[in-house]
């Protein structure tokens, strides 16, 4: 069966998006092994997911100038990602005390409790929850 396997941001630089997704997410570093670009170059192939999921963020360092331009704003400034946890309220607090910039407030949608974070790049996440009346 066919699933969604990676999906990439692009971000400055590789070691500081990777603490940000392992150290400040809790995300796990799945791989990190050199590579190279089409044309040659050497890059790094990296990897990271949640714990237990199957798929997985490719961080991408951005690679001229157009792809500089589209670091956090791949989407236009929508929300492009959503982390669901278990335990929203720790899990804020926890992200929060990391100073995770948020640009939201905290609040309870029919599906769910929902804030909107910055990750290191400057794409919009939704952080995602159990409804507080089904928990």
Known sequence: MPHLALVTIVVEDYD????????????????????????GRPKRWV??????AETG??????DGERQHRAVGDQTGGRVAFFLRVDDFDTTY????????TFVTTPRTEPYGQ?????????????????HPDRT
């Open 47 to 52: 990897v990271v997911r949640p714990p237990g």
């Open 93 to 100: 607090q926890r992200l929060a005390a990391a100073d995770v």
């Open 57 to 62: 963020l490719l961080l991408a360092r951005a």
């Open 114 to 130: 929902v804030v909107v974070f910055l990750d290191i790049a400057g794409n919009r996440w939704d952080l995602l929850g159990p």
């Open 16 to 39: 500081p998006a990777i603490n940000f997704y392992v150290d400040t997410l809790g995300f796990d570093l799945v791989e990190d092994s050199p590579a190279h670009t089409n044309d």
